[in-house]
């Protein structure tokens, strides 16, 4: 009633006491009527309109008794406030409109609470039109249902149903009242189906038609193109239908499925470029809304992209953002265009950024402030902070009170845009990871599996319940739908973003953005984005300018990382700049490293672009591979290729360090994750390769470093990567580029090292398998040819073995094959290198490997001696095998167990697969078979074409076989015999009958050679020498060894054969070494006289070997110590097997061989050549010395078969040996001065050989001593060569002392002092055999004469004077001998032809033709004649006295010769006064002596002696009277001159001789001279008195002499006269 008077101050009193009383709630239904009926008065009056609102709402707020027309009358009240004219009267009824309708709803939430236990049947909603309340709601329900169809009424200016008496309404009032309504009570609609068929019925018809202008609409499009004039859009409604939207999406999605799909196409379209920048702006804004929400995403995604007709919403939001952000650079937007300072003459290409200041500097009035921005293409953007990451803060969804369309700043819908997609990627990242993470759980839980996170999901399906399995199921379809629905677009905007971002924390958030998509992608196993991400990522990283185009490693990858990883390899010209650009490069650089170390497990083949980029890093930033392959900042010189700024140059450290983690972390990879990083790092390596070819540029050794590093933090897992991982890197040490190479070699030999010394569980040693695996490409580095790789393998080897040498056990012949794979050709250091190797080998590591290996190690020793690069290591490896031997010898016992345990493991395995057993030398047992390959080694050592080591190799193997053949098994001397040392003779054999001729000018370097060493075939010689004397010996100390093996004389032969072979070659050294073997082998075993025989135990009757002296060793060169004596030996035998017999025939037969041998060697060496030329060869002194002097031992063993035919052809050799001559290069060393008479050591040998056989016939049998005159033979051959020296073919030899010292010529030897001293042995012969049946009938005698002939009918000419001298005494002493004997066999006629030629032997020597040379002193001569006298003192003695035995012919002979010799003795060469010495007086004295002597002998005992006496004398007689007679007339003829000197020496003679007769005969007794004679002698005197007249002083003195004895003659004449005259 108050309030009805109108009156101002009564009506406010009123009304605040009915207020006062509504809040304490004492107001009936009735009442509330008539309150609100009353306040709709005062309103129609406009009275207190503000006191009208308060009480409404406290009325309203305070209880529930409002219902039906009431309450719409009191809302419509506060309406028609809202419209009238006052400002505040405005607003306030605006805010309690806001209210009220909130009072409305929250009385139905209230409603509900209180009626929520009691459920009733929902009946089935009829759409109804008219005003009628829906029946089924409860009151306050009905209240809201009506109120919110009248809103939509109004808003769609119709008439309302229940709000009746509404004037007016505005649309932006109306749609900000439904927003609010359907914001804040979503529950209200969702439990009621009535509500929510409002909202499918009314609501969303609504908000399409009210959209309709905003989509017709095109900006700048002519009006005249359409008929009606389009209705432009109107700000304030499009905004607020927008929020609407954005709450029907947001609370009502579930109901409006359909109407949501429409609604968010639309969103899409108002993003078109050509609708008004506002519209864009808000349409943003609004999409930024639904991104913060990624459940709701997550149903689109489920409603529409997986359904099969459907519009694929959620791409088209996606791919929405990315157009407009796109098209935001495209169409720079009016008004705003950017201000780019670009740098004058920025580089067009664009390599270096596309502007190198900082673009985002602008002018501004002066100043400069660097603001965010992104410029893409000269369109410059600012970053504006417009909302809290996680949040969609509107700003123009906000601007409710703005009319006009506002002004948008530059920038800010981008920077919308901007968020939206960093917000879409956060939530759906987030969302995503987190049900994944529950559902592993889950699994884990369930199936109880500790699989990794990426094998869970795929083993759940296996092992979890099914229903769970399900779920999960249909959650990855979900997940993985929603990620290809976005991740086409979110790249090529989030890509585009980067590339034109210019400010450091855009770029994190971008960077972030994508690497959590690919972890993401890569967590669901989506290949094809996860890579695109990473990509993009790379993409950033490649320098600006370079458009390269990457979207899946499948893509020609090859175009693609020559682009990426090698800016340098292509652009040598310019500089790669890394400034302007170089935070997002390091940026993305962080983030890639983030990616692959975080999400390294999910990464799988993705891993190769994300290597390929970090590699294109490592390059620009200079990092360069240190030890273990971690990353160093290290610059190679490479000049101004790269330029870093200092702000990048502090990052460096960090970024190698991030490097090296995150291939530190891959040791928690799971192993298939760990597969993809090497395979794509063995890939990227491969890239890298390919770069290399071709060009000596620095190649990227970045993934060969990281393969090194992934293997060394995997070691614990090594097995399952190292045959990919050493593959490779084995493909790599291939390369032709000799840096890759070495890093290859580098990265392979530390993981070796590291492998090995890593303790791996079980440890190496009891897991064989693996310690093999690790060395395996070790050994396979020795296909490769490249030394610096080799050199790299052995150095590792080096270091293997002296880390871990004593723990390789079956590693072993892997690594000794390593050594043993060096070829000669590879160069010294290398061999070097390898050899330091073997060395340590042997030095340190024989007894910690397996026996099996030694064999290996003898190989690989053994291939080193061959290596031709350095002499000194081929001879310290032979060294090495002497080692190893001492080793085996040493450790026999332990090595020979060892062997035989492993053989018996072979033979089992061999047998059980039916196979022979196969392996060298096979049947000798294993130990054996070691010491054989070692013995083969050396042979082959001793035919390198190397002299040196040649001879080391050979003495070493004589050595080893000398000292420790002991330890071989008796059959294996078999082979050690026949495969060994017999086929190495004969390699040695053929080698040096081939050998070069050549002259070797110096052996390398300076090395000067002797000239006894200067051919190759003189080099050759040596090896011959020793191999052939290192056999013998061996023939020689283990004779009783070898003896007892079947096949001795076999061997024998074959031995006999090589001596004989080398004794025959050209070359005096070998042939001579060859007869010292043969000298060896023939002093091996003596048979033994009584009187030596050793002191053997009785048990034993063998003859021993008697052990030779150290004399065979000493011309060898070194001596060998025998290793055991002959006692040890017989002990031996004693102990374990019955003594060895030799069988004697066998023995026999043997020595038989050798004879047979020294034969052929004799006759082939000394057999005179048939043609003569400079060339051709003839055996040495010391060579037929030794062959000589061979015979005397060898005669021992067969001198009781030595026969006849032996003997012609021993004396065939001894005849030829010593006609040989001397060259005379060496005939100073040989040939004593021609005047001393001394032998050679040749002929010396001879002689000596002759004796042992005369010795041996001595004592011999009768049957050996018809061999007495076989000897004389031969030693009666040798004395004529005092006269006639022998011929040696047709060879010219001068005499020495015409030979010049230098050049090839031949000497003759001095044969004087071998003639002479066989003439004295034949003498001495003589003295002892004269007597022997065979001496008398073969003639000895006559043939010793007719000898002696030759040097005694030259008496003067001999060569040597001592010859004749000789030749006469030894005739004496012949004669003494054999005289008796001949006149002893006078009866046989043995003797009968040997008289006349001793008759003509002193013919020819007593009146010699030769002439005494003329310096003969008288001395001499006096000498001479002396030696006349002597041998008709023999013939006076001996052969006179004994004429009646002696033939009478013979006897005739010496008379006359005596006759001659009394007379014409005279030499017709002497000086006057000489004539009386000269005349050889005392000689002719002689002869007349014996003549007259035999002539008056009393002893006649024959006529016929007489006879011949008398018919000498009368000869003698006659010839004087001749020689008187002629002198007389000569004289008188001549007149004054003087006789020639002859015919008075003549004269002179016969007057002595007279003399000489006349006292004969006075002396003997006068019945034994004969009348006859002395008549002779008278009858002289007449003559002789005529000669007085003589004018010579020397004939008248001889006269004188002659005439006196006439004194005898003058008796008076008697009767007796006259008798001795008739």
């Given at each position: 009633?108050?309030?009805?008077?109108?009156?101002?101050?009564?009506?406010?009193?009123?009304?605040?006491?009915?207020?006062?009383?509504?809040?304490?709630?004492?107001?009936?239904?009735?009442?509330?009527?008539?309150?609100?009926?009353?306040?709709?008065?005062?309103?129609?009056?406009?009275?207190?309109?503000?006191?009208?609102?308060?009480?409404?709402?406290?009325?309203?707020?305070?209880?529930?008794?409002?219902?039906?027309?009431a309450?719409?009358?009191?809302?419509?009240?506060?309406?028609?406030?809202?419209?009238?004219?006052?400002?505040?009267?405005n607003?306030?009824?605006?805010?309690?409109?806001?209210?009220?309708?909130?009072?409305?709803?929250?009385?139905?939430?209230?409603?509900?609470?209180?009626?929520k236990?009691?459920?009733?049947?929902?009946?089935?909603?009829?759409?109804?039109?008219?005003?009628?309340?829906?029946?089924?709601?409860?009151p306050?329900?009905?209240?809201?249902?009506?109120?919110?169809?009248?809103?939509?009424?109004?808003?769609?200016?119709?008439?309302?149903?229940?709000?009746?008496?509404?004037?007016?309404?505005?649309?932006?009032?109306?749609?900000?009242?439904?927003?609010?309504?359907?914001?804040?009570?979503?529950?209200?609609?969702?439990?009621?189906?009535?509500?929510?068929?409002?909202?499918?019925?009314?609501?969303?018809?609504?908000?399409?038609?009210?959209?309709?202008?905003?989509?017709?609409?095109?900006?700048?499009?002519?009006?005249?193109?359409?008929?009606?004039?389009?209705e432009?859009?109107?700000?304030?409604?499009?905004?607020?239908?927008?929020?609407?939207?954005?709450?029907?999406?947001?609370?009502?999605y579930s109901?409006?499925?359909?109407?949501?799909?429409?609604?968010?196409?639309?969103?899409?379209?108002?993003?078109?470029?050509?609708?008004?920048?506002?519209?864009?702006?808000v349409?943003?804004?609004?999409?930024?809304?639904?991104?913060?929400?990624?459940?709701?995403?997550?149903?689109?995604?489920?409603?529409?992209?997986?359904?099969q007709?459907?519009?694929?919403?959620?791409?088209?939001?996606?791919?929405?953002?990315?157009?407009?952000?796109?098209?935001?650079?495209?169409?720079?937007?009016?008004?705003?265009?950017?201000?780019?300072?670009?740098?004058?003459?920025?580089?067009?290409?664009?390599?270096?950024?596309?502007?190198?200041?900082?673009p985002?500097?602008?002018?501004?009035?002066?100043?400069?402030?660097?603001?965010?921005?992104?410029?893409?293409?000269?369109?410059?953007?600012?970053?504006?902070?417009?909302?809290?990451?996680?949040?969609?803060?509107?700003?123009?969804?906000?601007m409710?009170?703005?009319?006009?369309?506002?002004?948008?700043?530059?920038?800010?819908?981008?920077?919308?845009?901007?968020?939206?997609?960093l917000?879409?990627?956060?939530?759906?990242?987030?969302?995503?990871?987190?049900?994944?993470?529950?559902?592993?759980?889950?699994s884990?839980?369930?199936?109880?599996?500790?699989?990794?996170?990426?094998?869970?999901?795929?083993?759940?399906?296996?092992?979890?319940?099914?229903?769970?399995?399900?779920?999960?199921?249909?959650?990855?379809?979900?997940?993985?739908?929603?990620?290809?629905?976005?991740?086409?677009?979110?790249?090529?905007?989030?890509?585009?973003?980067?590339?034109?971002?210019?400010?450091?924390?855009?770029?994190?958030?971008?960077?972030?953005?994508?690497?959590?998509?690919?972890?993401?992608?890569?967590?669901?196993?989506?290949?094809?984005?996860?890579?695109?991400?990473?990509?993009?990522?790379?993409?950033a990283?490649?320098?600006?300018?370079?458009?390269?185009?990457?979207?899946?490693?499948?893509?020609?990858?090859?175009?693609?990382?020559?682009?990426?990883?090698?800016?340098?390899?292509?652009?040598?010209?310019?500089?790669?700049?890394?400034?302007?650009?170089?935070?997002?490069?390091?940026?993305?650089?962080?983030?890639?490293?983030?990616?692959?170390?975080?999400?390294?497990?999910?990464?799988?083949?993705?891993?190769?672009?994300?290597?390929?980029?970090?590699?294109?890093?490592?390059?620009?930033?200079?990092?360069?591979?240190?030890?273990?392959?971690?990353?160093?900042?290290?610059?190679?010189?490479?000049?101004?290729?790269?330029?870093?700024?200092?702000?990048?140059?502090?990052?460096?450290p960090?970024?190698?360090n991030?490097?090296?983690?995150?291939?530190?972390?891959?040791?928690?990879?799971?192993?298939?994750?760990?597969?993809?990083?090497?395979?794509a790092?063995?890939?990227?390596?491969?890239?890298?390769?390919?770069?290399?070819?071709?060009?000596?540029?620095?190649?990227?050794?970045?993934?060969?470093?990281?393969?090194?590093?992934t293997?060394?933090?995997?070691?614990?897992?090594?097995?399952?990567?190292?045959r990919?991982?050493?593959?490779?890197?084995l493909?790599?040490?291939?390369?032709?580029?000799?840096?890759?190479?070495?890093?290859?070699?580098?990265?392979?030999?530390?993981?070796?090292?590291?492998?090995?010394?890593?303790?791996?569980?079980?440890?190496?040693?009891?897991?064989?398998?693996?310690?093999?695996?690790l060395?395996?490409?070790?050994?396979?580095?020795?296909?490769?040819?490249?030394?610096?790789?080799?050199?790299?393998?052995?150095?590792?080897?080096?270091?293997?073995?002296?880390?871990?040498?004593?723990?390789?056990?079956?590693?072993?012949?892997?690594?000794?094959?390593?050594?043993?794979?060096?070829?000669?050709?590879?160069?010294e250091?290398?061999?070097?290198?390898?050899?330091?190797?073997?060395?340590?080998?042997?030095?340190?590591?024989?007894?910690?490997?397996?026996?099996?290996?030694?064999?290996?190690?003898?190989?690989?020793a053994?291939?080193?001696?061959?290596?031709?690069q350095?002499?000194?290591?081929?001879?310290?490896?032979?060294?090495?095998?002497?080692?190893?031997?001492?080793?085996?010898?040493?450790?026999?016992?332990?090595?020979?167990?060892?062997?035989?345990?492993?053989?018996?493991?072979?033979?089992?395995?061999?047998?059980?697969?039916g196979?022979?057993?196969?392996?060298?030398?096979?049947?000798?047992?294993?130990?054996?078979?070691?010491?054989?390959?070692?013995?083969?080694?050396?042979g082959?050592?001793?035919?390198?074409?190397?002299?040196?080591?040649?001879?080391?190799?050979?003495?070493?193997?004589?050595?080893t076989?000398?000292?420790?053949?002991?330890?071989?098994?008796?059959?294996?001397?078999?082979?050690?015999?026949?495969?060994?040392?017999?086929?190495?003779?004969?390699?040695?054999?053929?080698?040096?009958?081939?050998?070069?001729?050549?002259?070797?000018?110096?052996?390398?370097?300076?090395?000067?050679?002797?000239h006894?060493?200067?051919?190759?075939?003189?080099q050759?010689?040596?090896?011959?020498?020793?191999t052939?004397?290192?056999?013998?010996?061996?023939?020689?100390?283990?004779r009783?060894?070898?003896?007892?093996?079947?096949?001795?004389?076999?061997?024998?032969?074959?031995?006999?054969?090589?001596?004989?072979?080398?004794?025959?070659?050209k070359?005096?050294?070998?042939?001579?070494?060859?007869?010292?073997?043969?000298?060896?082998?023939?002093?091996?075993?003596?048979?033994?006289?009584?009187?030596?025989?050793?002191?053997?135990?009785?048990?034993?009757?063998?003859?021993?070997?008697?052990?030779?002296?150290?004399?065979?060793?000493?011309?060898?060169?070194?001596?060998?110590?025998?290793?055991d004596s002959?006692?040890?030996?017989?002990?031996?035998?004693?102990?374990?097997e019955?003594?060895?017999?030799?069988?004697?025939?066998?023995d026999?037969?043997?020595?038989?061989?050798?004879?047979?041998?020294?034969?052929?060697?004799?006759?082939?060496?000394?057999?005179?050549?048939?043609?003569?030329?400079?060339?051709t060869?003839?055996?040495?002194?010391?060579?037929?010395?030794?062959?000589?002097?061979?015979?005397?031992?060898?005669?021992?063993h067969?001198?009781?078969?030595?026969?006849?035919?032996?003997?012609?052809?021993?004396?065939?050799?001894?005849?030829?040996?010593?006609?040989?001559?001397?060259?005379?290069?060496?005939?100073?060393?040989?040939?004593?001065?021609?005047?001393?008479?001394?032998?050679?050591?040749?002929?010396?040998?001879v002689?000596?050989a002759?004796?042992?056989?005369?010795?041996?016939i001595?004592?011999?049998?009768?049957?050996?001593?018809?061999?007495?005159?076989?000897?004389?033979?031969?030693?009666?051959?040798?004395?004529?060569?005092?006269?006639?020296?022998?011929?040696?073919?047709?060879l010219?030899?001068?005499?020495?002392?015409?030979?010049?010292?230098?050049?090839?010529?031949?000497?003759?030897?001095?044969y004087?002092?071998?003639?002479?001293?066989?003439?004295?042995?034949?003498?001495?012969?003589?003295?002892?055999?004269?007597?022997?049946?065979a001496?008398?009938?073969?003639?000895?005698?006559?043939?010793?004469?007719?000898?002696?002939?030759?040097?005694?009918?030259?008496?003067?000419?001999?060569?040597?004077?001592?010859?004749?001298?000789?030749a006469?005494?030894?005739?004496?002493k012949?004669?003494?001998?054999?005289?008796?004997?001949?006149?002893?066999?006078?009866?046989?006629?043995k003797?009968?032809?040997?008289?006349?030629?001793?008759a003509?032997?002193?013919?020819?020597?007593?009146?010699?033709?030769?002439?005494?040379?003329?310096?003969?002193?008288?001395?001499?001569?006096?000498?001479?004649?002396?030696?006349?006298v002597?041998?008709?003192?023999?013939?006076?003695t001996?052969?006179l006295?004994?004429?009646?035995?002696?033939?009478?012919?013979?006897v005739g002979?010496?008379?006359?010769?005596?006759?001659?010799?009394?007379?014409?003795?005279?030499?017709?060469?002497?000086?006057?006064?000489?004539?009386?010495?000269?005349m050889?007086?005392?000689?002719?004295k002689?002869?007349?002596?014996?003549?007259?002597?035999?002539?008056?002998?009393?002893?006649?005992?024959?006529?016929?002696?007489g006879?011949?006496?008398?018919?000498?004398?009368?000869?003698?007689?006659?010839?004087?009277?001749?020689?008187?007679?002629?002198y007389?007339?000569?004289?008188?003829?001549?007149?004054?001159?003087?006789?020639?000197?002859?015919?008075?020496?003549?004269?002179?003679?016969v007057?002595?001789?007279?003399?000489?007769?006349?006292?004969?005969?006075?002396?003997?007794?006068?019945?034994?001279?004969?009348?006859?004679?002395?008549?002779?002698?008278?009858?002289?005197?007449?003559?002789?008195?005529?000669?007085i007249?003589?004018?010579s002083?020397?004939?008248?003195?001889?006269?004188?002499?002659?005439?006196?004895?006439?004194?005898?003659?003058?008796h008076?004449?008697?009767?007796?006269?006259?008798?001795?005259e008739?």
């Open positions: 009633m108050g309030c009805g008077t109108k009156e101002p101050k009564i009506t406010q009193l009123c009304l605040a006491a009915i207020q006062r009383l509504m809040s304490h709630e004492v107001v009936s239904e009735a009442a509330a009527g008539n309150i609100i009926n009353m306040l709709w008065q005062l309103m129609e009056n406009s009275l207190e309109e503000l006191k009208l609102l308060q009480t409404v709402l406290v009325l309203l707020t305070t209880n529930t008794v409002v219902h039906d027309e309450l719409s009358k009191a809302i419509v009240l506060c309406f028609r406030l809202h419209f009238t004219k006052d400002n505040i009267t607003n306030t009824a605006a805010a309690t409109v806001r209210q009220v309708v909130t009072v409305v709803f929250e009385r139905v939430v209230a409603e509900d609470e209180r009626y236990d009691t459920v009733d049947q929902p009946v089935a909603v009829q759409g109804n039109s008219n005003r009628r309340s829906v029946s089924t709601l409860k306050c329900a009905k209240d809201a249902y009506m109120l919110f169809q009248d809103l939509c009424q109004l808003v769609n200016a119709d008439a309302p149903y229940w709000l009746v008496g509404m004037t007016e309404m505005t649309r932006t009032f109306g749609l900000e009242l439904l927003e609010s309504v359907l914001n804040d009570f979503p529950q209200v609609f969702l439990q009621h189906q009535e509500f929510s068929f409002l909202l499918k019925e009314r609501v969303c018809p609504l908000v399409i038609k009210l959209f309709s202008p905003n989509i017709k609409f095109r900006q700048g499009s002519s009006t005249s193109s359409s008929p009606a004039p389009v432009k859009p109107y700000f304030p409604i499009c905004m607020r239908l927008l929020r609407v939207v954005s709450v029907l999406i947001k609370q009502f109901l409006l499925v359909t109407e949501c799909e429409i609604f968010l196409s639309l969103l899409v379209k108002f993003l078109d470029a050509d609708k008004p920048q506002w519209l864009r702006a349409a943003v804004e609004s999409i930024h809304r639904l991104c913060v929400q990624p459940q709701l995403l997550r149903s689109f995604c489920q409603s529409y992209d997986m359904k007709h459907s519009t694929k919403v959620f791409r088209d939001i996606v791919n929405a953002l990315g157009s407009f952000i796109q098209s935001l650079f495209l169409v720079p937007s009016t008004g705003n265009t950017s201000v780019t300072p670009s740098q004058t003459g920025s580089n067009a290409s664009g390599n270096t950024g596309s502007a190198q200041t900082n985002g500097v602008l002018g501004m009035g002066g100043g400069a402030t660097v603001l965010p921005a992104f410029e893409y293409r000269g369109t410059w953007i600012p970053i504006l902070n417009v909302t809290v990451q996680g949040s969609a803060k509107a700003t123009y969804l906000e409710l009170d703005k009319v006009e369309p506002p002004t948008i700043p530059e920038g800010y819908a981008m920077s919308v845009a901007f968020h939206c997609l917000d879409l990627v956060r939530g759906i990242t987030t969302m995503i990871e987190g049900e994944l993470g529950e559902a592993e759980t889950v884990q839980a369930t199936t109880e599996t500790t699989s990794l996170p990426a094998q869970s999901s795929e083993q759940q399906d296996l092992q979890s319940v099914s229903d769970q399995s399900e779920k999960e199921l249909v959650s990855r379809a979900v997940w993985e739908e929603m990620v290809n629905a976005c991740w086409c677009g979110l790249l090529a905007a989030l890509s585009l973003l980067l590339d034109a971002s210019t400010d450091e924390a855009a770029t994190e958030n971008i960077l972030k953005a994508e690497l959590t998509m690919a972890a993401l992608c890569g967590r669901l196993a989506l290949v094809t984005s996860r890579d695109a991400f990473i990509t993009a990522i790379c993409k990283y490649s320098i600006q300018g370079q458009n390269v185009q990457m979207i899946s490693p499948s893509s020609e990858s090859h175009q693609q990382v020559v682009a990426v990883g090698q800016p340098l390899a292509l652009q040598p010209q310019g500089t790669v700049m890394l400034t302007s650009k170089s935070i997002p490069n390091i940026q993305c650089m962080r983030t890639l490293l983030n990616l692959a170390h975080c999400h390294g497990a999910v990464l799988g083949t993705s891993w190769q672009l994300v290597l390929a980029t970090l590699q294109h890093l490592v390059w620009i930033l200079g990092l360069k591979p240190g030890v273990g392959g971690a990353l160093k900042p290290g610059r190679a010189v490479e000049g101004p290729s790269t330029v870093l700024t200092t702000a990048v140059m502090t990052d460096l960090v970024i190698s991030i490097l090296s983690r995150l291939f530190e972390s891959s040791q928690y990879l799971d192993d298939v994750s760990l597969h993809h990083l090497i395979n790092l063995c890939s990227l390596s491969l890239e890298a390769m390919d770069m290399a070819y071709g060009n000596n540029k620095e190649p990227s050794l970045f993934a060969v470093a990281k393969l090194l590093e293997g060394l933090v995997n070691m614990h897992r090594i097995e399952i990567l190292w990919p991982l050493t593959g490779h890197l493909e790599v040490c291939q390369h032709p580029n000799s840096r890759m190479r070495e890093w290859g070699a580098e990265a392979l030999t530390s993981l070796i090292k590291a492998g090995l010394t890593f303790s791996h569980d079980p440890p190496l040693s009891q897991n064989q398998r693996l310690q093999l695996l060395l395996n490409p070790l050994k396979e580095l020795s296909n490769i040819s490249h030394p610096d790789i080799r050199i790299k393998q052995l150095e590792c080897v080096l270091q293997i073995l002296q880390s871990q040498g004593d723990s390789l056990g079956p590693g072993w012949p892997l690594v000794l094959g390593v050594m043993g794979a060096i070829r000669s050709d590879q160069g250091s290398l061999i070097r290198t390898a050899f330091q190797c073997l060395q340590l080998v042997v030095t340190d590591f024989l007894p910690t490997m397996p026996c099996t290996c030694l064999q290996i190690v003898v190989e690989v053994g291939s080193f001696g061959l290596h031709n350095e002499l000194n290591i081929s001879l310290t490896s032979i060294g090495l095998l002497w080692n190893i031997s001492d080793y085996f010898f040493q450790r026999g016992e332990i090595i020979e167990k060892e062997l035989n345990k492993e053989e018996a493991v072979l033979q089992k395995q061999a047998e059980e697969k196979v022979m057993l196969n392996r060298p030398f096979h049947p000798a047992p294993p130990f054996d078979c070691l010491w054989l390959c070692l013995y083969a080694k050396l082959e050592l001793c035919v390198d074409p190397r002299p040196a080591v040649r001879k080391s190799a050979g003495q070493t193997l004589f050595s076989i000398g000292a420790h053949g002991t330890l071989l098994q008796h059959s294996t001397w078999h082979t050690v015999i026949w495969k060994v040392l017999f086929h190495l003779l004969d390699r040695v054999r053929e080698s040096s009958t081939t050998a070069d001729k050549e002259k070797i000018e110096s052996g390398g370097g300076n090395i000067l050679i002797h006894s060493r200067d051919t190759a075939e003189k050759w010689a040596e090896t011959w020498v020793l052939l004397a290192g056999v013998a010996r061996i023939f020689n100390t283990r009783y060894l070898l003896q007892p093996l079947g096949d001795f004389s076999q061997a024998w032969d074959v031995l006999l054969d090589h001596i004989q072979s080398a004794a025959l070659s070359n005096n050294e070998v042939s001579l070494a060859a007869l010292k073997s043969f000298q060896e082998i023939l002093q091996i075993v003596s048979p033994v006289r009584d009187s030596e025989k050793p002191d053997t135990p009785p048990a034993i009757n063998v003859s021993v070997p008697v052990v030779v002296g150290t004399t065979t060793a000493t011309s060898l060169g070194r001596s060998f110590m025998r290793t002959i006692g040890e030996r017989i002990g031996r035998y004693n102990g374990s019955p003594p060895v017999i030799t069988d004697e025939i066998e026999l037969n043997l020595w038989w061989a050798a004879w047979n041998s020294w034969y052929r060697i004799g006759s082939e060496s000394t057999r005179p050549p048939i043609t003569c030329d400079k060339l060869f003839i055996p040495s002194q010391p060579f037929l010395t030794a062959l000589i002097q061979i015979f005397p031992a060898l005669y021992q067969i001198k009781t078969g030595f026969s006849m035919d032996d003997l012609q052809k021993l004396g065939v050799i001894l005849h030829g040996a010593v006609s040989v001559p001397i060259s005379s290069d060496a005939s100073p060393f040989i040939l004593p001065s021609y005047t001393e008479a001394v032998l050679t050591s040749l002929q010396e040998a002689l000596t002759l004796d042992v056989l005369q010795k041996a001595c004592v011999g049998s009768e049957s050996m001593q018809i061999m007495y005159p076989a000897i004389f033979d031969q030693l009666l051959a040798f004395v004529e060569f005092s006269c006639k020296p022998p011929q040696y073919g047709q010219e030899t001068k005499h020495i002392a015409n030979a010049k010292y230098n050049q090839a010529e031949w000497v003759a030897l001095n004087v002092p071998f003639a002479e001293r066989s003439l004295e042995v034949v003498v001495d012969l003589y003295q002892k055999t004269a007597c022997h049946k001496v008398v009938t073969e003639k000895v005698l006559q043939n010793i004469i007719k000898t002696l002939r030759i040097p005694l009918s030259l008496k003067y000419s001999c060569p040597s004077e001592s010859t004749w001298k000789l006469v005494s030894s005739l004496l012949v004669l003494f001998i054999g005289l008796p004997v001949a006149r002893q066999h006078a009866s046989s006629g003797f009968d032809s040997m008289w006349p030629e001793l003509n032997t002193f013919e020819d020597f007593l009146f010699t033709k030769s002439t005494p040379p003329d310096n003969l002193s008288i001395q001499e001569f006096q000498k001479n004649e002396s030696i006349d002597e041998v008709v003192q023999l013939i006076s001996e052969i006295p004994y004429a009646n035995f002696i033939p009478k012919e013979f002979q010496i008379m006359t010769m005596l006759n001659k010799g009394s007379i014409h003795s005279q030499s017709s060469s002497f000086t006057e006064a000489e004539i009386d010495i000269r050889r007086e005392e000689f002719s002689v002869c007349f002596e014996t003549l007259l002597q035999f002539s008056f002998s009393n002893k006649v005992t024959t006529p016929q002696e006879y011949i006496s008398r018919m000498a004398l009368s000869v003698l007689l006659k010839r004087s009277q001749d020689v008187l007679h002629r007389i007339e000569d004289e008188r003829l001549s007149g004054k001159c003087p006789l020639p000197r002859q015919q008075v020496t003549e004269i002179i003679f007057l002595k001789a007279v003399s000489t007769l006349i006292d004969s005969l006075k002396k003997t007794q006068p019945e034994n001279v004969d009348a006859n004679t002395w008549a002779q002698v008278i009858a002289l005197y007449p003559t002789l008195v005529e000669c007249t003589c004018s002083s020397e004939v008248c003195s001889a006269l004188k002499e002659a005439l006196v004895p006439f004194k005898d003659f003058m008076p004449p008697a009767s007796k006269v006259q008798n001795g008739s």
